[in-house]
């Protein structure tokens, strides 16, 4: 089952339900980095983020500094910073080096009409996936469950040895 929705004419949402599992891409067709591919979890994190988002580009349009980030699940990341009119979804990886995430080419940055156009594609897809829509974010009880998920900390620490999960 799949359903693709047009942000614009370069870009395109597509909603794939394989063996059970949703998965949203948001992607300009004929790039092999311009594109982002969320499982549900990971599409309900950035739909939570929403109003946060909004605020940053109202932020940002007011020519004030703004610098968010958030993380959505696994690698991903979303963020809205002063000097990029644009709200980021990117793929983010361990660097071993300096001990820090740092950004891949893998993601994709939508204008404020490309984002406006994605909140509106999400309420048609609500609409057209219920389930997708009950999809809930992670809650965990423990300590010990958080830092052994690997959407909320793919990047695990064991004994200065990086493991990954995205």
Known sequence: MMKEWIIDDRRRVVVKKQD???TITIEEPG???????????RWAALI???????????????KQYVKYISHIGGGIFVSVTTGFACVDIREFYWNKEKQ????????????????????????????????????ELCNHQTLDELINCCECHPFKDDNNLKSFCY
């Open 20 to 22: 059970g599992e949703f």
């Open 100 to 135: 820090t995430t740092l950004p891949t080419k893998h993601g994709i940055a939508l204008n404020m009409q490309q984002w406006t156009r994605l909140k509106e594609i999400n309420l048609l897809i609500k609409e057209q996936f219920p389930n997708l829509a009950k999809i």
């Open 48 to 62: 939570a983020s929403d109003p946060q988002i909004d605020d940053s580009i109202h932020t940002l349009l007011a």
């Open 31 to 41: 790039s092999e980095t311009k594109s982002i591919i969320l499982p549900a979890k």
